[in-house]
Every structure is written in C-alpha cells, then in structure tokens.
C-alpha cells in the first residue's frame, strides 16, 4: 500500500476525480481518496511516480506521505482572506445599496459609482482568487469542481455587470455586489468548515502531543538528558516519578506504578516491577525505574497507534460509495441546470438580469461538500474518540460493519479468561509426585503454550531440575511429544493421549470432575503406560460476565469457542453466561465455525490475533483483545489495547452512534440538494413569488458544509 498527499481538491467532486484518474493507471487494484485528510491510499505494484504523474495531469498536486503534524494552515490564510473582503465588501455595499435603498449620501455620478463598485468588486474577487484559479483550471482539464460553480456564480455576475455599466452609462442594474458578496460568503463558510474539521483531529492532536520530547539515558554511571530521537534500541534510560515513559522498553531495576491511560483508556495505574514492559508516553508516578529501550522511533506503541488512527482516517466506508457516485457527477449536472434554467427564463420572455439571477443562484447554492464531508468527518471523530478508549479500528470499513454486528464469537483464553492458567492438582500414577513432575516439565518446556507454561512454572517453583527432550513434535490442538532418555512421552488432551494408550474409566472420571469444576486435565503417557495427570485452570477475567451481560442487552448473540474440554467450557460459559459455546474444537476449525454463524448475521470473532488468525479474517469483524505493544496485528480489523471484553461493547456502541450520525449527514446533505436547487431554479415562483437571491443561495452553501460536519462533531 502506497499513501500521498494531495492538493488542490476543494469538494467531493475534486476527491471523485482524483479517485477515478488513479484507478485508470496499470497496475491499480484499489485506491480510496479522502477529502478530510487530503490524502490518497493506492493498492497495486504501480511505481508512485506515475500516480504523482497522473494526479498533476488531472489538475492537482500529489507527494509521497509524510508523518501529519495536524498544524492548522488554512484557518489562518482563510481569516486573513475574509477580513480583507469584508472591508472592501462594506465600502461597496455603502454604494450599491446604502445610496440607494436608505438615500445616504453619495457625491459621485451613476457611471463614477458603477466604475468604484467594479473596482471593489474586482479587489475582492482579487483576495479570493483560489476559487476562480482552481476552478477554472478544474475546469480545463475535465473534472470541474465547487469552486468552478462559485467562480462561475461570481464571474458571470461581473461580466454581466461591466456590460450593462458601460451600455447604459451606470443606469442598469448592476450585481457587482453580488460577485463579491458570493465569495466572500463562501469564504466564510469555508472559515467555519475548517475551524470545525480541525476539531475533528482533536484525537489525533493529542495522541501526538503525548510523544515525550526528552529522555534521560543512564551512561557512564551517570545520567545525560537527550531527545528522545537520539534513543537507540539497547540504550539504558531512567525514568522518575511524575515523568513519561519515552520509549517501550524492559524494567532492569525499580518498582513503580504507571498510568496507562493515555494508551488504553484505563486510569487504574499498572504496577511495574522487573522484567515488565513500559510504553512510551504512559506516566510514571510513583517509583524509580531503571529500563532497557526496546522499541524506539516509529515502532513504539504509541507510534503504531498514531498510524493506525492516521491510516484509518484515510479510508473509505463502504456507507460513503452512495455519496461518491453522486459527487461524481453532481458538479456538471449543476452547470447544465444553471445552462437550462437561463435559458427557460429568457424563453418565458423574461429579461436577462432575471434568468442570470436564477442561473447563479443554481450554481452557488449547490454544494457537493456536503456530500463528500458528510462520512468522512464522522468516521475521523468516532476513530479519534475509539482511539482514547484503547479501541484502534484500522480502516472505516471496519467502523461501519462493527455496528452491524448480530453475533459475537469469544474465544476462551485470554480473552474471556486472563490467559494465565495455573497447575491446581498433580495426579502420578505409578510414579512418584517429582518424578511426573520432572518428566512432565521438561516436555512441556519445549512449548509456549499457557498450560505447558504454567506446568514450567509449577516445576521451578518446586526447584526441580529439567531433563533434556529430543525428537520433540507439537501438534496443534491436541498435544506435544518427544523423547526422554530414549523413552517416547505424550502429552495433550485425553483422546490425544488415548490414541497412544488405553486410559482407565477411573482416570477419565475424575478428568469429567475436574472439568465440571472448570479445570483443564492435562494427560501424560509413553508408549507404553499412563504417567499421570495435571489439572490446570485459568481464572476469568473481572469483567466478563458484565460485558457478556451488556452485549445481550444490545441485542447481541455470544458463543464462546475453546479447544477445551466439553465439561471445562461449559463451567465457564455458566459462568459467565454466553448464549452458546462450542468445545474441543482445533484453531483450524473455528474458521468452519464462523462461516456456521455468518448465516445468522454479521459475526465479530474475538481472538488473540495468533492462533485465531484464520477466524479473525474470516469473521466480518476480527477484534484482537488485550493486544498490549503488539498493537498491528495484522489478522485483526479492530484491536483493542484493554484485555477487557468491555471494549467490545464501546466498539459496538460508538459504531451504531457513528452510522447514525452518518445517515443523518446523508440525508440532510441530499436534502439540501434536492430541496433548494428548485427554488434557486424559479421553479416555486409561480407559487407566491418564491424565488432565492444568489446571495442567499451563497450564504445557504457556506452553512450545509459547517452543519455537517458540526453534527459530526456530537459524537465527541
């Protein structure tokens, strides 16, 4: 994936043709343009200088990337703009409608007024030049865009005017203030549309502001403050109380509480002691800590969140193609009715100043912007705000479909449960207690799996030594084996260990009982006896059974998938309460399990992001929970930093919000559209005289683009 800046796009229309050039190119799979961002997502094997080449072709300026500062550049240049207009704007209103309207003084002939007003009018035209330079140019290559209707509405209204002042001497009727009254209204929505998309990246802001500056590396034996851009991977830094973390990194030495929040949303502090994991910019508040960095650069953890918040931003909701579509073709639809309504008002017998006034009003009052910022500034707030609750959607898409979620697949460990199960009973059979300890241990520290783990650390905590393990195999799902001084050892599940040697009907009724009790019976062989048994549980998380609860109440199914035992799993659901669950079933199984579910609704599998790979992209939504620093895991569309399934309900609440307010835009946006274009057209005059001045239609497009993206705004 290849991502660009882009410049020069104004409106929906300009980002829609953009969009349409680039997917032209060979070698383009996909390409998504988001006019909120100004940015330009390319999917394919085409070298970017032919985007780069392609984009400037269409009109606009295009360059590889860079990481966003967020400053705010146009708010000031458009304040700068609108206050200039507006004092050349008053002195021309004095003169083309304080004279005459309220008779004040003015000691000038109707031609010298006519020539003052053209000459104000020119200045301010002048100010807002951009919109007579992008439109045109727009125009010329083919993708006409808001600002060739705006310079359209105000050109023709100038041209018109110097026509009439030098055919009757300054007796017509001249719209000079019109011409520059429209851009100037114009501007003035443009102002306030950029003051409120700026609020719109408040999240985002602040997760960068959040990067410490400075860090305290430990040389030497003695401490020396650097930027934190200095810092390499190995390096030894220090970290006090009532300071930030800079980089990731391992704690050496100290013990204290740090406050994650600003990563996770959670504002109970975490205790640190050694050999734990700190990220950069979570505050450090109580303690000393002395710790190796580990992550620097772009590849700490908040760095990978500031990315996936940024890349997501610039993505497209499937919700948006409607809108698209539209803005595609909404800018020479405009030109066309504007070309049609003159034309039926000078054929109706009317004069020309009339069927003008229809005409701009038609192209100033239409406004693609509406439609084009109408999803994006939803999704960038609901990504900013997902982001500070330690919710990390990775693309739009992935927002939209959250909402629309019917069923919710949970896997056991380390998602229900904390993922950190614990040796509860030793049963040896004809061996003693240490004995099946040593043999079980040294098997299972060949593996990384939480049980042989927690087996692992069983044996050290009883100090017993580890014997060496050759011709070791895993076998996912079922179990482990290997050679022990030249005797084959298996471990795993009873009909693993059972496939290798006969197990008594006493030993499989007291796995039944432990697995009813909601423990995990680990079973231990060679190839020619049974070794024993070692009964394992892992405690449920806090939480659970409450987000359980909550997701119910939002009308959501929950069906827990483990490759545990029959019995384990159902004195977990119980416990928790999930409406179905399905045992002792292999990861490579639980992709076959979703496709199951998908014929109820859209399915959110909920997985650690490894084993669960194949489910998690399988599920219309994969949730990687309690992802800690590994926050790009690539199999998950949402990652959720929290090992609490309580951000599954968050997840789910923001994205119903978001794609109401979304509905709303769209609605509201189209509305616009279709209900005012008539009344600029004249089409109501017969109903009452009801018609809209251009200005009027000028003032009425500078407020739908601020509405929009104001009602975007709620979700903060």
Sequence with gaps: MQ????????????????????????????????LLTNSLRVEGNASANAII??????????????????QDTETPVLKKRLIFSLFFLIV?????????????????????AGILQMLLAFIVMFINRKFFISGFTSLLHGGPNMDTLVAMGSGVSFLYSVLVLFNSAGAGNLYFETAAMIVTLITVGKLLESISKGRTTTALKSLLDLAPKKATLWKDEKEISVRVEEVKVGDIFVVKPGEKIPVDGIVLEGNSAVNEAALTGESIPVDKMKNASVSAATLNQSGFLKCRATRVGENTTLSQIIQLVSDASA????????????SGVFVPAVILIAMVTAAVWIILG???????????????????????????????????KAAKKGILFKTSASIEEMGRIKIVALDKTGTITEGRPAVTEIFPAEISTAEFLQLAASLESKSEHPLSQAILAKAKEENISLLSVTEFEAFPGNGLAGKIAGQKIFAGKEKFVESKIA???EWTQR??????????????????????????????????????AELKKLGVQTVMLTGDHTKTAEAIAKKVNVDQFVAEILPSEKDAEIRRLQNWGSVAMVGDGINDSPALTRANVGIAIGAGADVAIDAADVVLVQGSLKGIVEAICLSRRTLR??????????????????????????????????????????????CVVMNALRLR
């Excluded at 400037?56 to 990481?67: D, H, I, N, P, V």
């Excluded at 060679?526 to 394992?536: C, D, R, V, W, Y």
């Design 3 to 34: 991502k660009f800046s882009v410049s020069g796009m104004s409106c929906a229309a300009c980002s829609a043709r953009v969009e349409k050039t680039v997917k032209q190119i060979p070698g383009v799979s996909s390409c998504a343009v988001s």
């Design 53 to 70: 080449s392609a984009v400037e072709k269409a009109g606009y300026g295009a360059r590889l990337w860079e990481t966003p500062t967020l």
């Design 92 to 112: 021309l209103l004095y003169g083309s409608m304080a004279h005459p309207i309220f008779g004040f003084p003015l000691p000038l002939s109707p031609f010298v």
């Design 315 to 326: 993505t497209k909701a499937p919700i948006a193609k409607i809108a698209d579509k539209v």
């Design 350 to 384: 009317k004069e020309i100043s009339i069927a003008l006034s229809h005409a701009i009003a038609v192209l100033v009052m239409s406004c693609p912007c509406a439609l084009g910022l109408a999803t994006p500034v939803a999704m960038m707030v609901s990504n900013g």
């Design 503 to 505: 197990i008594s009907k």
């Design 511 to 548: 796995a039944q009982a432990l697995a009813c009790e909601g423990k995990s019976p680990t079973f231990f062989a060679t190839g020619e006896k049974f070794l024993g048994m070692i009964a394992l549980a892992d405690s449920l998380k806090s939480d659970s059974a409450e987000a359980i």
């Design 661 to 706: 307010i979304i509905h709303q835009n769209l609605f509201w946006a189209f509305f616009y559209n279709v209900a005012l274009m008539p009344l600029a057209a004249g089409a109501y005059y017969a109903f009452g005289g009801w018609s809209m001045h251009p200005i009027l239609g000028a003032a009425a497009m500078s407020l739908s683009s601020f």
